[in-house]
Each structure stands twice: as structure tokens, then as C-alpha cells.
């Protein structure tokens, strides 16, 4: 059975930084693309980074670009979400993903294993 579980989410003050982690389990991910999306109140579930895990590929939403950063640790089946100078609008419930992907990293349909979330939350 598939696993994916975040941690490290957490209250932060603006331009503060936290690193979300997703622990992954249950299969061999090497063929996947591991992404993380966030769900603001009221709002839809957005894109935020994705990662492929043969080859390192990496992508970002125009909002988070050069802020946050995803990396992955073979050894521990584990991505991250480095995050840096946060904004109030990057508060969020954060959730990670993963799915072979027929189609664009963006796209949260085309996904198909989800995490059960971690809240961040910014203050100003």
C-alpha cells in the first residue's frame, strides 16, 4: 500500500523559513514524479513544485520560483520542500503527491498517490 506522509509544517513569521519533508512508501517511486501542491482556504488546490526522481528534473510555479527549492534522498525515499523568505499568501495546507505522469507536472489530476497534508501558516 502507498504512503506518502509530510511533516515539518508549522506557524512562521514572514521571511521565515521551513522544510517540509514526504516520506514515501508502499513501491519503488524511481519512475515517478513526486510533486507539492497547497490548498489556501476557499481556494483551489495549486501546483507548487515538482521533482522526477530518475534524473532530478525539477519544477516550480512562477510564485515560489526562487524561493522554495525540492530535493530528494534516495537512501531515505524522502522529498523536501526547502522554503524560504515566506509570505502570508503562502499559507496553505501543503500536500505531497506522486504519479508516473502521462501528463504536465501542474496538473493535479495526473497525479496518483496524495499525502494527508501539513498546515504552514505565515504571519505578517
Known amino acids: 500500500q502507498v504512503q506518502l506522509v509530510e511533516s515539518g509544517g508549522g506557524l512562521v513569521q514572514t521571511g521565515g523559513s521551513l522544510r517540509l519533508s514526504c516520506a514515501a512508501s508502499g513501491r519503488t517511486f524511481s519512475s515517478y514524479v513526486m510533486g507539492w501542491f497547497r490548498q489556501a482556504p476557499g481556494k483551489e488546490r495549486e501546483f507548487v513544485a515538482a521533482i522526477r526522481w530518475s534524473g532530478g528534473s525539477t519544477y516550480y510555479a512562477d510564485s515560489v520560483k526562487g524561493r522554495f527549492t525540492i530535493s530528494r534522498d534516495d537512501a531515505k525515499n524522502t522529498v523536501y520542500l526547502q522554503m524560504n523568505s515566506l509570505k502570508p499568501e503562502d499559507t496553505a495546507v501543503y500536500y505531497c503527491?506522486?504519479?508516473?505522469?502521462?501528463?504536465?507536472?501542474?496538473?493535479?489530476?495526473?497525479?496518483?498517490?496524495w499525502g494527508q497534508g501539513t498546515q504552514v501558516t505565515v504571519s505578517s
Open positions: 503527491a506522486a504519479g508516473a505522469l502521462i501528463g504536465g507536472v501542474t496538473t493535479r489530476s495526473n497525479y496518483d498517490y
